[in-house]
């Protein structure tokens, strides 16, 4: 696992590499106005992590 809120690589089993917010940024060197508005919901997510993926009224330790 990578660090939070760092945009990179990641795939997932029904996903490839290519249509990745990383590929886009990384590779294509698209604008953030560029990206789908489902690629700006998965930036948003990312740059907000942990909280973003953390259930609901769970809190570290």
Same mark, same amino acid.
């Given at each position: 696992?990578g660090v939070?809120?760092?945009?990179?690589?990641?795939?997932?089993?029904?996903?490839?590499?290519?249509?990745?917010?990383?590929w886009q940024? @990384?590779v294509?060197? @698209?604008?953030?106005?560029?990206l789908?508005?489902?690629?700006?919901d998965?930036l948003w997510?990312?740059?907000?992590e942990p @909280?973003?993926?953390?259930?609901?009224?769970?809190?570290?330790k």
């Open positions: 696992m939070y809120g760092v945009v990179g690589p990641r795939t997932c089993p029904v996903h490839g590499i290519v249509g990745t917010v990383w940024l @990384a294509e060197h @698209a604008r953030l106005k560029d789908s508005p489902e690629q700006h998965t997510r990312i740059l907000n @909280a973003s993926i953390t259930p609901q009224g769970e809190t570290k």
